[in-house]
C-alpha cells in the first residue's frame, strides 16, 4: 500500500485475494472513479452473482459506439457507464 501511496494514488485494502471478486468488472468498485472515502461502500456492496450480467452490459454499450468518430467512447463514458450500471 505504501507503494501505491507513494505513487500518489490513494491506496484502499480490498480484502483478500479470496475477496478479489468484489473488484472485478460489474462489481461497484470497478471503474466507477471512487475517492477513497467511497470505495469501501463500493466493495461492500458488490454482489457477485450480478457482476457477469453488468459486466456483459458494459461491454456491450462500449461496442456500440467503437469505432464511431463520433460517439467513440472516451474515459469519462466509461466511468459514467459504470457508475449507472454497477452502482
Do not use: H
Not at 23 to 35: V, W
Request: hydrophobic share 45%; glycine share 6%; proline share 6%.
Amino acid at each position: 500500500m505504501m507503494l501505491v501511496e507513494d505513487s500518489g494514488l490513494d491506496a484502499v485494502y480490498s480484502g483478500s485475494i479470496a475477496e478479489s471478486w468484489r473488484q472485478q468488472p460489474g462489481a461497484p468498485a470497478y471503474c466507477t472513479d471512487l475517492t477513497r472515502e467511497e470505495m469501501a461502500g463500493a466493495l461492500a456492496a458488490a454482489d457477485k452473482d450480478r457482476l457477469p450480467k453488468r459486466r456483459d452490459i458494459a461491454v456491450a454499450a462500449f461496442l456500440e459506439r467503437m469505432g464511431d468518430p463520433k460517439t467513440n467512447p472516451d474515459a469519462d463514458f466509461g466511468v459514467r457507464v459504470s457508475r449507472a450500471l454497477f452502482m
